[in-house]
């Protein structure tokens, strides 16, 4: 796939998601309010939240195609690992407002047409649903498009809670159901976001990927003939899709066929290392 048109089709499939979700999230706000659903507004919140973090990850996709320049050496790839950090904090941060007006409502939950929850939440798992598959291929690669296809998902398991919530309120009469749901909807959103703040947060201070093993990158140099040793490695992100690595090599002096390019390469080929660079020192 050419570059412009991997572009044309992320682009595609971003501005589908946010057209789509924010059109839900409008229609869910609009009917939560109007009937004072805790459900719905929680779950609005959620979309909403979504809908800025597709944007901000758009945004940052497109920052990745600026070329590099003589301030900014790497280009502005890493925004990617930002802006998939600012996405996690954001969504967390919204969750505990969620919470908070899901527990005042507990001890005093209203009369809520089940009815109108039921419709408002099958348009939502729709779309939620279909907005998730969008995202199937490209979120195996890249970190923020895993981050948009996991919120995606759980936006759909959630939609389905609050359908069965509303299915409950219309046939059981059981309205405390309604803020208990947005209590159970937070717990979800936390979860769902906790882990990719926390391996954004490690990789915007440099830590190794977590799907690499230092060890194993190590033993895999070591097997070249002539390498005595790795005396000093280092691995980090340039941004969601892009790893790298710099490592200085100790070589036996009497041998004359450690080839840089073919380490490089089987690193690549091996531990997808888009970027090695190694430096060779001969022994005494």
């Not at 869910?28 to 979309?47: C, K, P, Q, T």
């Not at 909403?48 to 301030?71: E, G, H, M, Q």
């Not at 947060?201 to 790795?230: Q, R, S, T």
């Not at 005396?231 to 892009?242: D, E, F, G, Y």
Request: hydrophobic letters at 50%.
């Amino acid at each position: 796939m050419s570059h412009n048109h991997k572009s044309q089709k992320f682009g595609l499939v971003f501005s589908l998601s946010i057209i789509l979700n924010t059109l839900y999230v409008i229609v869910e706000f609009f009917y939560g309010m109007r009937v004072d659903s805790s459900a719905l507004i929680a779950d609005a919140w959620h979309n909403a939240s979504d809908v800025f973090s597709l944007i901000l990850a758009w945004i940052a996709y497109k920052l990745t195609l600026i070329p590099a320049n003589n301030r900014f050496t790497y280009g502005y790839q890493k925004t990617t690992i930002l802006v998939s950090f600012l996405n996690g904090a954001i969504i967390i941060i919204a969750a505990f407002f969620i919470a908070w007006e899901a527990i005042q409502k507990l001890n005093s939950a209203n009369e809520i047409p089940g009815e109108l929850i039921i419709y408002v939440s099958i348009i939502g798992l729709f779309i939620n649903t279909g907005t998730a598959l969008l995202f199937w291929n490209s979120q195996k690669n890249d970190l923020n498009m895993r981050e948009a296809f996991l919120h995606m998902a759980a936006d759909a398991g959630v939609t389905l809670a609050v359908l069965c919530g509303g299915l409950s309120i219309k046939f059981l009469d059981l309205e405390w159901i309604d803020p208990l749901l947005s209590i159970l909807i937070v717990i979800v959103i936390i979860y769902s976001s906790w882990g990719l703040l926390k391996e954004s947060l490690y990789l915007l201070i440099d830590a190794v990927p977590k799907h690499l093993d230092l060890e194993k990158i190590k033993f895999e140099v070591l097997n070249f003939d002539g390498v005595l040793a790795v005396k000093s490695i280092h691995i980090w992100a340039l941004s969601t899709t892009q790893t790298t690595a710099s490592m200085i090599l100790q070589v036996n002096p009497g041998t004359s066929d450690v080839s840089v390019k073919e380490i490089s390469g089987r690193l690549t080929e091996k531990f997808k290392l888009q970027k090695t660079t190694i430096e060779l020192q001969y022994e005494d």
